[in-house]
Structure formats: structure tokens, C-alpha cells
């Protein structure tokens, strides 16, 4: 089965600095890729996802994340956070079991933007 | 126009109770799922559909039983609740294509709070 290990639980940055929110998966002949957000009380909104192809993958808002199969890694990146940045994120891999997909999810790392 | 709807969003209730949380998603998916989660933020998989037929169901307690009476709802239902039964459950759905699951769409969640 697979799994995803994000680690760091918390990440504190200024405004405007770089961010890297890192993610691990277990290793797969083939993975589907995903980073999720979740702004506080609200449910899970899809950032980005990586299927095939371009190993780079970017969100309209500005996050990136680059597929690094030797060393299964799908990191989180941005140039320049906002305080609208704050939430927590979710690294997810997709898995299949007995015949059924389903996503499996990291931790989760909470990204705090302090002015 | 929610594309994944679940009521009630909030939900207090004392331990011994019976309650019910409904889900209801207008995107044509074929799979529907319902995720718990915790204090931490940890994301777990309970239970997953595939046009109405269940297809993941991850050693949940047999209190809790989802019914899906059609591909577009999954319901789900808690007999005698207890205190470590107070989380956020989540509804996703989702559609196979290749094989693969392209990501999920999530409810807002509903915040079940047992006293």
C-alpha cells in the first residue's frame, strides 16, 4: 500500500519570502500526485496534481510542484507567499486497494505567513 | 452551484445517539467516498462507493453505516455515538478514468461534536 510522509507539521515564513512544503511517497511502478489545501473551516481544495508528463506542475496561484521520481519526492514550492498563503496542506498519492482507488494522505503541514 | 454538497455542517449531539449525515454531488461521478478527520488534522479513508456498490470499507467500527442509494448520494449513518467519535467527516467524489483516480472533489465537511 501506499503512503506519504510530510515532514514538517508546521512551517512559519515572512510574507513575501520563499516556501517549501516538503513531501515523501513510497515507491510505485506508477503514482497520480496531489497537493490539496485546506483554508481554515473550510473543506479540501485540489492546488495541483501530477498524472504524467511534464514533471513540473503549477497552480494558478502561484504554487509549483516538481515530480522527482528517484527520489520520490512531490514538493510544494513558492516564490513569494501572501498572507492569504495561511492554511494547512495536504500531500496525497493515489492507491489501489483490493480493486478500489482512493487517495492516501499525508499529515497535512500548516503554513503560517506572519507579517 | 455546489458540485459536493453535505448537511448538516455543524452537529453537537450526546454520546448514546443516533445521527445521520447526508452527501450529495452533482458532478456525474461514479465513486464517492467519506474520509474522517481528527483533532490533528489526519486525513482517513472509511468507506468508498462505485455506482451504489460498496468497494472500501477501512475496519470501521460496524456503528457506522453508509448508504448509497444512488451514484449522485452517499449517506452516512452513526448508532450510539461516543466521544472519540467527534471529528470532521468529509464526503469526496470522484471518477475513474484510465484506472486512475484524477483527484478528488470534497464536501466543506460536517463538524460532529459528541457530549
Known amino acids: 500500500a501506499q503512503s506519504v510522509t510530510q515532514l514538517d507539521s508546521q512551517v512559519p515564513v515572512f510574507e513575501e519570502a520563499p516556501v517549501e512544503l516538503r513531501c515523501n511517497y513510497s515507491?510505485?511502478?506508477?503514482?497520480?500526485l496531489f497537493w490539496y489545501v485546506q483554508y481554515p473551516n473550510q473543506g479540501l481544495q485540489l492546488l495541483l496534481k501530477y498524472l504524467s508528463g511534464s514533471t513540473l506542475v503549477e497552480s494558478i496561484n502561484g504554487f509549483e510542484a516538481e515530480f522527482n521520481k528517484s527520489q520520490t519526492s512531490f514538493h510544494l514550492r513558492k516564490p513569494s507567499v501572501h498572507i492569504s498563503d495561511t492554511a494547512e496542506y495536504f500531500c496525497?498519492?493515489?492507491?489501489?486497494?483490493?480493486?478500489?482507488?482512493?487517495?492516501?494522505f499525508g499529515q497535512g503541514t500548516r503554513l503560517t505567513i506572519n507579517p | 452551484d455546489t458540485a459536493v454538497s453535505q448537511t448538516p455542517k455543524y452537529l453537537v449531539t450526546q454520546m448514546g445517539n443516533d445521527k445521520s449525515i447526508k452527501c450529495e454531488q452533482n458532478l456525474g461521478h461514479d465513486t464517492m467516498y467519506w474520509y474522517k478527520q481528527d483533532s490533528k488534522k489526519f486525513l482517513k479513508i472509511m468507506f468508498s462507493?462505485?455506482?451504489?456498490?460498496?468497494?472500501i470499507n477501512e475496519t470501521v467500527p460496524n456503528r457506522f453505516s453508509p448508504k448509497s442509494p444512488d451514484k449522485a448520494h452517499l449517506n452516512l449513518h452513526i448508532n450510539s455515538l461516543e466521544l472519540g467519535d467527534s471529528a470532521v467527516y468529509f464526503c469526496?467524489?470522484?471518477?475513474?478514468?484510465?484506472?486512475?483516480?484524477?483527484?478528488?472533489?470534497f464536501g466543506s465537511g460536517t463538524r460532529l461534536t459528541v457530549v
Open positions: 496525497a498519492v493515489s492507491d489501489r486497494v483490493q480493486g478500489a482507488q482512493k487517495l492516501v
Open positions: 462507493y462505485n455506482n451504489k456498490e460498496l468497494i
Open positions: 515507491s510505485s511502478v506508477s503514482v497520480y
Open positions: 469526496a467524489s470522484s471518477h475513474i478514468w484510465r484506472g486512475g483516480i484524477h483527484g478528488y472533489t
